[in-house]
């Protein structure tokens, strides 16, 4: 079954065709990144304009790469949310449109599932590690969740404020790194000593699977305010912030996993989200757990269609709908 999945969820316009949930024939993405690096973070009007202007040239470019045209296509998936609102629209519109047009079957897919299914798909039989522990780091959603089966999964724990990416891109923003973040952060923290600054993410009471990164954002803030301008800009000081920023994140969040594989006995973590691209995170995960760890591809880890076209697929099979338009799938959480 040929999936064509559509994503704009929020400045990544992207599409994709993927067969059965597995092959990705083609996958092509538009990114908005060097628009929204001088405001420090996505500008959302900015962001539905250009998922506008971009989206066709996007789905030209990806049936040319599968040589492939819509009337092979079986099934349209949608990124249905979180996202943007106004980008939301664009691409759920432009599949909607192309769905009645071709009359072809239409599901709605979850961004946040659709991260974590990046990993499913790259991994060979998922179902051998299932009960899984699964970790969605975006710059939306920090989530821990046990994993029985695609789209069978419980809540484990979820931030209560801030993502951590989105914590990544507010530290990049306080030292004048630019949007997005997460890459910057990583690339000065290389430079830097991560015990400079005693920084330490938040404990949640009662609920130690809880993430909280804000009191962690603040206290970066305040040791960039507690410098002349003059310093504030000095690279050493840029790189040791960067350091202890993203080793206080990281640690809270291994010592999270290691407590929830003892718990849960976990045959396995699948990983995904744009801070899963993190090779510090990775090395530090690698070391601190003792079960095997499945990341996506590096791009795979940002946002991009084949995930959506690839969950598509499984939510289109569970959703046991014989309707042609069916934005939504039956039985899956809420994220
Ligand atoms: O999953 P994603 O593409 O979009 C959302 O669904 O939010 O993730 C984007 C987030 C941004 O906050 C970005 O700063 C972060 O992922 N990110 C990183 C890295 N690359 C991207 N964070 C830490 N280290 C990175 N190398
Ligand atoms: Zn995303």
């Not at 506008?52 to 079986?74: G, Q, R, S």
């Not at 079957?105 to 522990?133: D, K, R």
């Not at 404990?203 to 130690?208: A, D």
Request: with cysteine; net charge negative; proline share 5%.
């Amino acid at each position: 079954m040929k999936v064509l999945g559509i994503e704009s969820t929020c400045d990544e316009t992207a599409a994709a065709i993927v067969e059965s949930g597995k092959t990705i024939l083609s996958h092509k993405i538009a990114s908005q990144a060097a628009i929204h690096h001088e405001f420090g973070g996505v500008v959302p009007e900015l962001a539905s304009r250009h998922h506008i202007n971009d989206i066709f040239e996007v789905l030209d470019a990806t049936f040319k790469e599968a040589h492939l045209t819509p009337h092979d296509i079986d099934l349209i998936a949608v990124a249905k949310g979180p996202g943007l609102i106004g980008s939301l629209l664009v691409g759920i519109q432009t599949a909607k449109a192309f769905a009645w047009s071709l009359q072809k079957p239409l599901v709605g897919v979850n961004h946040v599932e659709a991260h974590l299914y990046a990993a499913l798909m790259e991994c060979e039989h998922p179902e051998q590690f299932f009960p899984a522990l699964g970790m969605i780091l975006s710059g939306g959603h920090s989530t821990l969740l046990s994993i029985q089966g695609i789209g069978k999964y419980t809540l484990i724990g979820q931030t209560i404020d801030d993502a951590m990416g989105e914590a990544f891109d507010k530290v990049a923003k306080m030292l004048g790194l630019g949007y997005p973040g997460g890459p910057r952060v990583e690339e000065y923290a290389q430079l830097g000593n991560p015990k400079a600054f005693p920084f330490r993410a938040g404990i949640v009471k009662e609920k130690p699977y809880s993430f909280s990164f804000s009191g962690l954002k603040t206290a970066v803030l305040y040791a960039i305010q507690s410098k002349e301008p003059a310093q504030r800009a000095e690279k050493q000081f840029i790189a040791d912030i960067c350091a202890s920023f993203q080793h206080a994140a990281f640690s809270n969040l291994a010592e999270k996993l290691k407590k929830a594989s003892v718990e849960f006995h976990p045959k396995a973590l699948f990983l995904g989200g744009g801070v899963t691209q993190n090779k510090a995170l990775r090395l530090m995960l690698q070391k601190e757990l003792s079960l095997p760890l499945f990341w996506p591809s590096p791009e795979l880890c940002l946002d991009n269609a084949a995930m959506i076209a690839g969950l598509g697929f499984h939510v289109w099979r569970q959703s046991k709908t014989d309707e042609l338009f069916t934005l939504e799938p039956i039985t899956r959480i809420e994220f």
